[in-house]
T-cell receptor, first 112, second 113 residues
Framework: GNSVTQMEGPVTLSEEAFLTINCTYT??????LFWYVQYPGEGLQLLLK?????DKGSNKGFEATYRKETTSFHLEKGSVQVSDSAVYFC???????????FGAGTTVTVRA | DSGVTQTPKHLITATGQRVTLRCSPR?????VYWYQQSLDQGLQFLIQ???????AKGNILERFSAQQFPDLHSELNLSSLELGDSALYFC????????????FGAGTRLSVL
């Protein structure tokens, strides 16, 4: 079946530091890959997506590249802000099974 | 604002009771998905409806059921509640299914005491 493994947290960073959250997946077929973010007390918001190999998703300074050869979709941001403090979820949606399969989530805290 | 509306925001009830969670999808979206977020299980897919028909089923207990109505809103019914059912329940909607983006509501937090 489909599964997503993402870096264990929590992660604590200082403002302007570089952030990377590792995500690898197992899937049959050709999945679409997503990063969702959950701010405190809120629902999940789509951060970025990629639908095929070598696609790069980007939004709000965050980037992730769909790497089929390493089955990975790592999230990166060059300079984090306090407002980036949240829980980040890596997810996949397979063409055969349209549900989203989520990783465990990584809690990121950015200190001023 | 995702455009997906979930009510109520919070629900506190006792073991053995039955509750109904409601979801209104974004305008134009035909698919509705239900997910459960708990500390021990993480985010898990429960069930999907597309245009009134059940489309896919995940780890949904037999005590739980759902439906999607002609106006496309959906309800998730949870019965014979147990302490372990305490969780955040999310609804998401998408235009169709497959590679369509799913937009999430703010969730209903259920506390079973």
């Amino acid at each position: 079946g489909n599964s997503v493994t993402q870096m264990e947290g929590p992660v604590t960073l200082s403002e302007e530091a570089f952030l990377t959250i590792n995500c690898t997946y197992t899937a049959t077929g050709y999945p679409s890959l997503f990063w969702y973010v959950q701010y405190p007390g809120e629902g999940l918001q789509l951060l970025l997506k990629a639908t095929k190999a070598d696609d790069k998703g980007s939004n709000k300074g965050f980037e992730a590249t769909y790497r089929k050869e390493t089955t990975s979709f790592h999230l990166e941001k060059g300079s984090v802000q306090v407002s980036d403090s949240a829980v980040y979820f890596c997810a996949l949606s397979d063409t055969d099974d349209y549900k989203l399969s989520f990783g465990a989530g990584t809690t990121v805290t950015v200190r001023a | 604002d995702s455009g997906v509306t979930q009510t109520p925001k919070h629900l506190i009830t006792a073991t053995g009771q039955r509750v109904t969670l409601r979801c209104s999808p974004r305008s134009g979206d035909l698919s509705v998905y239900w997910y459960q977020q708990s500390l021990d299980q993480g985010l898990q897919f429960l069930i999907q409806y597309y245009n009134g028909e059940e489309r896919a089923k995940g780890n949904i207990l037999e005590r739980f059921s759902a439906q999607q109505f002609p106006d496309l809103h959906s309800e998730l019914n949870l019965s014979s509640l147990e302490l372990g059912d305490s969780a955040l329940y999310f609804c998401a909607s998408s235009v169709g299914f497959g590679k369509n983006i799913q937009y999430f509501g703010a969730g209903t937090r259920l506390s079973v005491l």
